[in-house]
């Protein structure tokens, strides 16, 4: 209704316009049209200039009042009410407004005849097309709900056909039962795994369905579910075959309500994992035993001893003996793995024999180390009486083709309450203790000791970290003067390395120095302490050249003799870095890079490292000792002192061991000690070496080391081992 | 088939149809009632009966209701959006999304969503014929449902801006389902410039005699409870969008025609109505 198609008709179309106006004015709040007031307006007007052509048309017709009445309807003013406002305005305006000026020759009462008519032709159009139309609807409807049924109809029979395939077609195994258990729906694939027809299993009942093997709260949880308190539960269960088998399926099982919730069916899923379970239990006896004795191997040992020490076990007390073959390399090196290998089975079974019927566990924790896991002994008397019997058991010879094979083993036997050790611990404290055993001489059982256990732990815990210690520059040098006795001047000092645990605090050499040894890091480690040490000797010596120590001062002329010769040091050789090829090399390449001649080095070297060296074993000593480096022979007299090979030692300087000091500390002096020092004084000076003492702790003691002819001494007396620089260059004794 | 997934489904079929249940009254078919039209069956008629003894302005918000769909659908064209995505859009009677939108601009594309399955088969029969409008079966609280629709792929360009018209559907979505996020995921997919369209009744304003109660009772026994909110919630569905002027209002002061008076009817004030349009620049 954009453009007015009676625009140009003048008159006439203002007033069919203002009664249109009028019209729609008076019709609008009675309709449910969407369109707004005015274009209402715009679709009522050609319905007025059809009404008032017909008022004047000749003859008269009132058929054009039911086409209004009817587009009306189609204009949505539908509503029964709308009716009387449609004709109300008709009736009061159309004569007025819808009056032809050119031809008006229509009298008034005429046209008020043939307005009424209109106004019935109206009604009847209105109310014709209203019927139809509310008839045409309700029939789109009542289709539109057919429709709409019918596709449900087809989406559930399809849906249904879908579950049928399904149910049928599943290789699960799916049953559907009432909620007293009654099987109303089995399909194919259950009745298979069951190895019974589908109507078999129609007749059964759930409830029927225990096993032995259930778990434990699986009967728990079905009644939760029967009760509607639970809506599913997935267990693992094991169910009866009628031919006597069992049949391991993966259930799972969920509660169906109804429309108003209440539980009505109960639907289980079974999966048939007995093929899997079967392969399952072989791989895991696999992985739990040990191929060669057949015995529970370390991963089964493990999983038993974590059970047995779990805070939440029954178990009070366990009791574990770990074994391990004396020498059974040997064994293995001259006969072969084959009969290693046998006398391993013949081990196995002679401990199973001792085991038998007890519930003991008896593994192979590997190689030739075997353990027994006691259950609940009644104290370490069970578990000793165990070992006792075990040994004993070994003790019979082993016979292997033809051959007696006698076998002794070390057993560590650890016992206490459950929930307090960890497995770890146990284990290792089993270690410890089976390696004590095999320390004291083996075939013999030792009983796991707190103490023994710390030491072994510490000395591991120290072992494992010297490598970083090193690197971490945890170690550092005190220096304790060498005192000259004829003079009482410094004429050297001892370098000592000790370690900054970040720990334990501060450690001695004898808590490290037999682990570095042991391991081996005793070469880098000794390496770096002579480099220390010459190099702390040649700062001294620059100090002292310049002029500025205090020594000088206090010593008068002295002073200046000893600022032409370097103060010593001495670095203590252990044995494994006397073997070492590099030894030579790497004490001249650290006194080179000092600039410090060798004399102002001396290496300490035990007594005990030398015995029995032979000539190849003491050349790189020799070596040095040529080029000039002070060999001092340590704790001298605590070994088994050859004499005789004192003389082809390349020595220089023999340090008297402090437990023959210790004699002189008394007063009267022990007077073999006394004698003793002398001899050999006497003897050392007469093979060219100097003496020194050390422990020297009083006055008395010096004086009188001093009176047997002692050449330098060391000692608490002088000076306790300290730091570079509180080191006292000019100590003097008078 | 992994037991999880038969479990699944057998939790939610995929395939169950909704069933029908003609003796409860239908939303929409009460709304085609209280319209003048034809298209409901005597529960519904009952229902709305009753509903307007509750609250006698009913017809004249859903009249008010329509009038402000045809204004935003005009406005909407005029911004120069002419995809429309009308959710719940219910029984096709006269002065629809489609027939407003096609008539303002021939080449509008229109997809009605309703989950009343006769609304549904009514508005197939309806648009035959018409292939730039379609129905889609869905629910609004499943948006990737209606996002994924074979119709909504072939008729709508994400591309390009959408309105998106929720008249008169969010008070039928209890807070529990979510309207807020559902509306969300479904904006995601909308360009800049798109339009929301929201009408939403209210008990703010209005005649305060039981606060819609009455109403509401009646709506508990239907296909879909109805739920009245306040102003500020309903213009949290706005989030992501800016209200056009003049915002969120009344039925009828949600830009009049021109030459209508101002509405006086104080139940017209039963509900707010608004356009948002998506951040962004207009694609």
């Given at each position: 209704m954009t453009a007015d198609p009676h625009e140009s008709e003048g008159l006439e179309n203002d007033g069919l316009r203002r009664f249109a106006t009028i019209w729609s004015r008076a019709v609008y709040p009675a309709t449910q049209t969407s369109m707004t007031r005015a274009e209402l307006g715009d679709y009522l007007h050609p319905l007025a200039v059809k009404l008032c052509d017909a008022l004047h048309a000749y003859p008269f017709s009132a058929a054009p009042g039911r086409e209004v009445g009817a587009a009306l309807v189609a204009g949505h003013c539908t509503s029964p009410d709308a009716l009387p406002h449609i004709l109300g305005v008709v009736d009061s305006y159309l004569v007025l407004y819808g009056r032809d000026p050119e031809t008006s020759e229509l009298p008034v009462d005429e046209a008020r005849a043939r307005c009424s008519r209109l106004q019935h032709a109206i009604a009847a159009g209105f109310t014709e097309a209203l019927r139809d139309r509310t008839l045409a609807e309700q029939e789109a409807l009542s289709r539109a709900a057919l429709a709409a049924q019918s596709a449900v109809e087809e989406a559930l029979h399809a849906s249904e056909t879908r579950f049928r395939a399904v149910f049928k077609d599943a290789t699960i195994g799916i049953s559907i039962a009432d909620m007293d258990g009654r099987i109303r729906d089995a399909n194919g694939a259950i009745a298979k795994m069951f190895k019974r027809s589908e109507e078999e299993m129609r007749r059964r009942n759930v409830n029927e369905w225990v096993h032995p093997d259930d778990a434990p709260d699986v009967w728990r949880m079905h009644r939760q579910l029967v009760r509607g308190e639970r809506d599913h539960f997935r267990v693992e269960k094991p169910f009866h075959r009628p031919d006597g088998t069992v049949l391991w399926t993966n259930l799972t099982v969920s509660l169906l309500r109804d429309a108003d919730g209440e539980p009505r069916y109960q639907l289980a899923l079974l999966e048939d994992i007995t093929e899997r379970r079967l392969l399952h239990l072989r791989l895991r006896y696999e992985a739990t035993h040990d191929e060669l004795t057949g015995l529970p191997n370390r991963t089964l040992f493990a999983e038993r001893l974590d059970r047995l020490l779990s805070a939440s076990s029954d178990v009070k007390r366990f009791g574990l003996c770990y074994l391990d073959i004396d020498g059974f390399k040997a064994v293995n090196d001259s006969l072969g793995h084959a009969v290693g290998d046998q006398l391993l089975i013949a081990v196995a079974e002679r401990l199973q024999s001792c085991t038998a019927g007890s519930g003991h566990l008896v593994a192979r924790i590997g190689g030739d180390e075997f353990a027994a896991l006691c259950t609940d002994p009644s104290g370490p008397e069970d578990v000793t009486e165990l070992a006792r019997q075990v040994l004993a058991a070994l003790a019979t010879p082993i016979r292997i083709d033809g051959r007696e094979l006698s076998v002794r083993a070390s057993i560590g036997i650890v016992e206490g309450p459950s929930g307090e050790l960890r497995p770890e611990e146990v284990m290792r404290s089993a270690d410890i203790t089976m390696y004590r055993a095999k320390d004291a001489g083996g075939s013999r059982y030792e009983l796991a000791d707190p103490d023994s256990d710390a030491r072994a732990i510490d000395r591991h815990s120290l072992t494992t970290r010297l490598p970083a210690a090193l690197e971490w520059d945890e170690f550092f040098l005190e220096y304790q003067p060498l005192i000259?006795?004829?003079?009482?001047?410094?004429?050297g000092a001892e370098a000592l390395v000790r370690w900054k645990h970040p720990v334990h605090g501060r450690l001695g050499p004898d808590r490290f120095i037999p682990l570095a040894e042991h391991t081996g890091l005793i070469v880098p480690l000794g390496r770096w302490v002579m480099e220390q040490a010459v190099r702390q000797a040649c700062a001294w010596h620059e100090e002292r050249g310049k002029g500025g120590g205090n020594g000088k001062k206090k010593n008068g002329k002295n002073g200046d003799a000893l600022a032409e010769r370097p103060l010593r040091v001495n670095v203590n050789l252990s044995p494994r870095q006397l073997h070492h090829p590099d030894l030579v090399p790497d004490t001249i390449a650290v006194l080179e890079a000092a600039g410090m001649p060798p004399s102002s080095l001396c290496l300490e070297v035990t007594e005990s490292a030398l015995i029995g060296a032979d000539e190849d074993e003491l050349k790189p000593l020799r070596q040095l000792a040529e080029l000039g480096v002070e060999i001092a022979l340590d704790d001298f007299g605590t070994g088994y002192s050859n004499l005789a090979n004192l003389r082809r030692l390349p020595a220089t300087t023999l340090k008297l061991d402090r437990s023959f000091t210790q004699g002189l500390q008394q007063h009267p002096a022990d007077p073999v000690d006394v004698t003793f020092v002398e001899g050999i004084v006497t003897l050392a000076h007469a093979l060219g070496l100097a003496v020194t003492v050390e422990g020297v702790e009083t006055e008395h003691q010096a004086a009188q080391l001093r009176d047997m002819g002692c050449d330098t001494a060391q000692g608490w007396y002088y000076a306790r081992p300290g730091p570079a620089s509180t080191f006292v260059q000019g100590f003097a004794v008078t | 088939m992994e037991l999880n997934e038969l479990e699944t489904q057998m939790e939610?079929?995929?395939?169950a149809p909704q069933g029908i249940d003609l003796t409860v009254p239908s939303v929409s078919r009460m709304y085609d009632y209280y319209l003048g039209g034809s298209h409901n069956f005597e529960v519904d008629r009952e229902a709305a009966r009753r509903a307007i003894q509750a609250w006698p302005g009913l017809p004249k918000i859903m009249q008010a209701n329509r009038a402000f769909t045809r204004r935003a659908i005009d406005f909407a064209v005029g911004e120069g959006v002419t995809q429309f995505l009308d959710i719940g859009s219910g029984i096709p009677t006269f002065g629809n999304t489609h027939e407003v939108a096609q008539k303002a601009h021939s080449g509008s594309h229109v997809v009605y969503v309703d989950n009343d399955p006769v609304a549904v088969a009514h508005s197939r029969a309806v648009l035959e014929g018409n292939d730039q409008a379609a129905i889609v079966s869905a629910d609004f609280r499943s948006p990737q449902d209606i996002l994924y629709s074979a119709e909504t792929e072939r008729l709508l360009d994400f591309g390009k801006p959408v309105a998106l018209m929720l008249v008169a559907l969010?008070?039928?979505?209890?807070d529990k389902d979510e309207p807020g996020k559902a509306i969300a995921e479904i904006a995601d997919s909308l360009a800049p410039g798109s339009l929301l369209v929201v009408s939403h009744s209210s008990a703010d304003e209005g005649p305060k005699t039981d606060g819609g109660a009455g109403v509401r009772d009646v709506y508990r026994r239907t296909s879909s409870p109805l739920i009245m909110r306040p102003k500020e919630e309903i213009r949290q569905?706005?989030?992501g969008f800016e209200l056009v002027e003049p915002g969120l209002v009344t039925l009828p002061r949600w830009r009049p025609d021109p030459d209508t008076e101002p509405a006086s009817d104080p139940v017209l004030l039963s509900g707010y109505a608004g356009v948002g349009r998506k951040a962004g620049s207009a694609g």
């Open positions: 000259r006795m004829s003079d009482g001047h410094v004429e | 939610r079929p995929a395939w969010l008070h039928f979505i209890e569905f706005f989030d």
